[in-house]
């Protein structure tokens, strides 16, 4: 189910520059969100998974609305939030939401390449602060669009990836209804967690 972790910083090159040096492999550049303030660049984690770093993007002017993931808030580098791969996005959203939770509205997205290519996909987004505290994932679906790992820079494979809570069991009703699993152990702090296979060896990144 997982398609991508979303990994917070505040500048972009600084962070492709940080994770090089952690891992062993710079994040390739994805390009630009329009009218969304943000620009990304992309790490493959194999198996069809990937790593998003995402970023302000100060060629854009301020958005209309908050950035995604809580980015505005972000004070320090890490994982905020993931995606899970779907299809059938309306279909999905009304059995959450039958079930007791709102996963929010299905929007079309875009991003602009650095090659000048454009790439769609769908996903949900709900207003509010992140559910189960950023555990909860949203829902993508990519249609016929290339899958971003594909061009992603290579190099990194996916060991493991859990969630870290201090209430699990509040956590857990949410993705049930949300039709995703995902692994949520009792922690100090709400995080995710991700354990990546690299060239600087086994690293974990939160």
Known sequence: MLDHLVYGVSDLKAGQADLDARLGVR??????????????????????????VIAPDPAQPP?????????????????????ARGTNLEARVAAARAAGYDP??????????????RVEWRLTRRDGPPAGDGLVPFLIDWGDTPH??????????????????PRPDAVRPLLKALGVDLEVVTADAPALSVVIDCPKGRVELR
Not at 36 to 46: Q, Y
Not at 148 to 165: D, M, N
């Open 27 to 52: 994040p390739s550049e994805g390009g630009s969100h329009p009218g969304r303030g943000t620009h990304n660049a992309l790490l493959d984690l194999g198996g069809g998974a990937y790593l998003e």
């Open 148 to 165: 971003p790992a594909e061009s992603a820079a290579h190099g990194c494979t996916l060991v493991q990836f859990r969630g870290l809570h």
């Open 104 to 117: 929010g509205a299905v929007r079309p997205m875009s991003r602009l390449r650095p090659d000048g290519g």
């Open 63 to 83: 958005p209309a609305e908050a950035r995604a993931h809580g980015l505005d808030a972000m004070r320090t580098a890490g994982l905020i939030s993931w995606a």
